[in-house]
Structure formats: C-alpha cells, structure tokens
C-alpha cells in the first residue's frame, strides 16, 4: 500500500540554524501539506500546496519558512532560522483531488528538535 | 470560524470496557468532512474514518462505530470490547469543501486502556 515517507525521523539543530524536513507525497496525490505538533499539543495545519503554489497557510507560516516541491516526488519545508519554539514534530500528508478519496495521509513525521 | 473541540482530554478503562470518544465541530459551512486520526505511541497518524457532512449514517467497523448527528454537531467515536493495542490519542478532525483543505484538529483524547 503506497504511504507518505519522510526524512529525516528526527533533526536536532542548533538555534538559528537552517533546517529543511523532507516528504515524498503518496505518488498520484496533488495536494500536499505541513503539520506540526508540538509536544502533548494537538496538530496544527502549516500550509497547503496545491499546482505549485501554496494555496493556503497559517500565521504560523511565517517567513522564514518555505515550501518547495523540487521534482516530481519530493515536498520540503524548509526553516531558514530555527527558533526554539520550533521544536515540534512536522508531519507531511498527501491526499488526491477525486471527490471521495480525498482523505489526507500522513506520513510518520520528523521530531525536530532545536537546542 | 471552524473549531473541534474534544472535551476529554484523558480516558482510563479496563480491558473488554466499551468507551465513547466525544467530538463537537463548529462550522457554518453546509458541506464539510469530519475525520478520526488514531495516534498511537510510536507518534503516527493513522487515518480512521472519514465522514461528509451529508451523510449521517452511522458506521461500524469491527469494534470501531461512529455516531454522528448534524443536529447536535457531534461526532463521537466509540471503541467496543477496548483492548490495550487502542491505547493512543484520539483526534476528531474538520475540513472545509474547499480546494486547500487544512484539517483542523481538536486537542485530542488520551485513551489509556488497562489489562
């Protein structure tokens, strides 16, 4: 069964370093997205890409992070200048445009952790 | 505004007890979808069950069933003959019929279940 595959599982950085988390969508799916979810937290939407382009994002999403799809495969986040609050786990999903089977998959996220 | 909010933040039961998972959404949307995400300890997010706005039949799959009412906006999950493997957190999730469709989650349930 194809799933959503991320790297790496866990990233720990120095504040203010540059840190990019990596995605490979499932492969037929056209939107694709960033989570994340800080420790004991509920999961809060970061930005949704769609065509690339970014379709919609949160005030979390603010400029120092980004969004790229490279090639055909891969979907990155990048954060230019972490902070400690960034701390967090990430989680990518991906999810077709075909009413009904719509469902948005997750991939096994990446624990990010800023020192 | 788009809101879930699970008022249970930690449930204990005893192995083979039945136990209900509360949801209440807030919307004003008249088509939207409302989704289960089980989180277990190693941190994924596994998709339950996906559910649109106008279809309020209820659903069982084996021990999982699912009550929703548009009328009370709830969409409550309940897990019969609980087993320790349900042991996780529990998200109730809302999406918008819209092209970027972010998730929004509730703040999760905390499902301990004891041998």
């Known amino acids: 069964e194809p799933e959503v595959t991320q790297t790496p599982s866990h990233q720990v950085t120095q504040m203010g370093q540059e840190v990019i988390l990596r995605c490979v969508p499932i492969?037929?799916?056209?939107?694709f997205y960033w989570y994340r979810q800080i420790l004991g937290q509920k999961v809060e939407f970061l930005v949704s890409?769609?065509?690339?382009?970014?379709?919609?994002k949160s005030e979390i999403f603010d400029d120092q992070f980004s969004v790229e799809r490279p090639d055909g495969s891969n979907f990155t986040l990048k954060i230019r200048s972490t902070k400690l609050e960034d701390s967090a786990m990430y989680f990518c999903?991906?999810?077709?445009?075909?009413?009904?089977?719509?469902?948005?998959?997750f991939g096994p996220g990446t624990r990010l952790t800023v020192l | 505004a788009q809101k879930v909010t699970q008022a249970q933040t930690e449930i204990s039961v005893v192995e083979k007890e039945d136990v209900t998972l509360d949801c209440v959404y807030e919307t004003r949307d008249t088509t939207y979808y409302l989704f289960w995400y089980k989180q277990p300890p190693s941190g994924e997010l596994v998709f339950l069950i996906r559910?649109?706005?106008?279809?309020?039949q209820n659903e069982i799959s084996g021990r999982y069933s699912w009550n929703f009412q548009k009328s009370t906006s709830s969409f409550n999950f309940t897990i019969t003959a609980s087993q320790v493997v349900d042991s996780a957190v529990y998200f109730c999730?809302?999406?918008?019929?819209?092209?970027?469709?972010?998730?929004?989650f509730g703040q999760g349930t905390e499902l301990s279940v004891k041998p």
């Open positions: 559910r649109n706005s106008f279809d309020e």
């Open positions: 492969s037929n799916h056209l939107y």
């Open positions: 890409f769609y065509n690339n382009e970014i379709s919609e």
């Open positions: 999903a991906s999810r077709s445009d075909r009413e009904g089977t719509d469902t948005q998959y």
């Open positions: 999730a809302l999406r918008r019929y819209n092209q970027g469709g972010k998730l929004i």
